[in-house]
Structures are given as C-alpha cells and as structure tokens.
C-alpha cells in the first residue's frame, strides 16, 4: 500500500500536471545547437520589454563571487591561493534590457590558472568589456592576505591577516585605473589623557591609566599604470606612519614594548591621517590616495573619525562614509 509520500514521489516523477506536462527531470538530456539556439534570450530582448526609466545603468553585474585565485608572494617562488570575493560590474546603455552575467563569471574560469596582480585586472577588463559590448567595466577581486609578523623582544612569530582589495576600472577611452585598498589596524594612546595621568601622578601622587584603543586605517591608493605597489608597500607606509600595530604573539616583554610604544607614538585620530599621508605623498608610484582613521574610543561610546585625500583634481575627494565598516 502505498503512502502519501510515495504517491507524491510517483506523481512527480511520471504522473502529468494539470496542463498535461510531465514532472520529469532527465539527466541524460543532451542539449544540441539546434536546442539551444532555440532557448529565449531575455536579457538580450527588445528594448521594448524594458520596464521603467529608459535611462542607462552605470553599474550592473556581479557581487561576492567567490572561488580560490593565486598572489604573487615578494621572495616566493610559488604564488599563494587565497578564497577572493569578486564584484565585476559593467556599464548599460539605456536601449540594452540587461547583460549576460555569466559572462563576467566565465572570464575568471579562463584565468583560473594566473597569478592575479593588479596589473593582471587591466587584460581581464579589457575581454569583458570586449564580450559584454559596453562602454565601461570594473573588477574588485576583495581577500585576507597573511603575513608573518615577529614579536617586538621575544623570539614568537604569528600571521597577521589583512584585508586587501585590488580594483581595476577601465573607461570609454580604454584608459585603465588601478586601485589598491589596504586595512592597516593599530593601537592608538590618546595624548590628552597621557598627559592627563601625568598630571595626576605628579601634582596629586595618584596612580593614573591613559586611555588608548583599537584603531583602524583604510588605505584607497591608485597607482601609476606603469608602476607596481605591492601589498608589503602599504604595509610599511602605515607601519613607519603609524607604528603602532596590533601584535600576534606576545610575551611579557613583548607587552611591555608595546606599551613603551604606544608611549613614543601617542596621536589623535588627526595625527593619524596627516603621518598616512606623509607617507603616501612621498611615493611618486602613488598617483592619488584617501585615508581614513577610526579611533574605537575607551573613554566614549562612540568613535573618532577622520578623512584625508591627496587633493588631486578631479581625483578622490576624502568622501569615506562607511565608518562603521571601520570596526575592528
């Protein structure tokens, strides 16, 4: 006898539905030219079918596709796979309905096999753009990058993993854009209660504790197209701006340098993004660059904030809004 559920499997399998079509999958179904030439094409359709403003997209495509690509490693032979979130966008003119998406997702399947640098993101913008028949394009390929960091007076070591992004962007002109984005996260010892806890050591022999915090910089550099930035590059920028960067493994005396260290690098949120910029508008490879700082304040409930940009014209306008993205 059979059950509910058995008659519902059967039914679904062979039994036709009300408008006399199976319920059928078959796996053995082979698709011909014929057949697919045959199969409707939506976003390809009359420009017609388009529904509301007839007007052009500026960006339409792809987020978060993620699969394994290989990075070029300073003083490695071999390349480094890392899991990468990809968002490929593409431009739509106002007669176009949409895009065919896998295509942007076809694109790295051919590249599977490369080492992925910035410079590599030009090539592969310039075939989409080609295939994809627009006008603009733009690929964000987003990762954790690991570097091995040693601990400040011990002999311990640990990977220290940061979030990078490369970016490229090619226009209506062909002229390609390539943009790094690096997060550096470091301790910051606010100096007006350094000096405050000073003060009441010295004039009322009270035992006092300066405040200090986690803290984050978000580095937006474009590079020169015919200059190369490495990942390592921007770390060492932030870390001579900076220098106070968050340990991986410590010792006793490692915590004790780290806290004579937050007292030789005291700064405000302020001093943080004048010391970034310093740095990044000495390296001529830099064409332009915005920095923003996010203090996690001990003392408030809230965070201090601030944002610098090159100054270039027309270039990036210090117009950072995401601060929350900034918590660490």
Do not use: W
């Not at 490229?168 to 002229?175: E, L, S, T």
Request: charged share 25%; proline share 4%; with cysteine.
């Amino acid at each position: 006898m059979k059950t509910a559920e058995n008659k519902l499997q059967s039914q679904n399998k062979s039994e036709p539905g009300a408008n006399g079509m199976t319920r059928t999958y078959d796996p053995s179904f082979v698709v011909s030219e014929d057949y697919q030439k045959s199969l409707p094409d939506m976003q390809n359709a009359s420009e017609e079918t388009i529904q509301g403003a007839r007007v052009g997209i500026q960006q339409v495509g792809i987020s978060n596709f993620r699969l394994p690509l290989k990075y070029k490693v300073p003083y490695q032979e071999e390349p480094l796979t890392l899991e990468t979130s990809v968002t490929g966008t593409v431009s739509l003119e106002a007669t176009r309905k949409g895009i065919n998406m896998s295509r942007i997702i076809r694109c790295f399947s051919d590249y599977k096999d490369h080492t992925f640098t910035p410079e590599l993101l030009e090539e592969i913008l310039t075939i989409y753009k080609r295939s994809m028949n627009t006008f603009s394009a733009q690929i964000k390929l987003s990762f954790s990058y690991p570097m091995l960091k040693e601990s400040l007076r011990s002999d311990l070591s640990g990977y220290q993993y940061y979030d990078v992004a490369f970016e490229g962007i090619v226009d209506r002109d062909n002229r390609f854009r390539k943009i790094l984005y690096f997060d550096f996260v470091y301790s910051s010892a606010c100096p007006c209660s350094a000096e405050l806890a000073e003060h009441a050591r010295e004039v009322r022999n009270v035992y006092a504790i300066p405040h200090s915090q986690r803290s984050k910089a978000r580095l937006r550099v474009e590079v020169d197209p015919e200059a190369e930035v490495l990942i390592e590059d921007l770390h060492r920028h932030c870390l001579a701006a900076l220098e106070t960067e968050t340990q991986v493994m410590v010792k006793r005396e490692d915590e004790q340098a780290f806290a004579e260290m937050n007292g030789a690098a005291v700064k405000f949120v302020e001093d943080a993004a004048r010391l970034v910029h310093e740095q990044l508008d000495a390296d001529p490879r830099i064409r332009d660059f915005e920095v923003a700082c996010a203090h996690l304040e001990s003392l408030h409930s809230h965070d201090a904030i601030s944002v610098i940009a090159k100054g270039v014209p027309g270039g990036f306008r210090a117009d950072f809004s995401d601060f929350k993205d900034l918590i660490c």
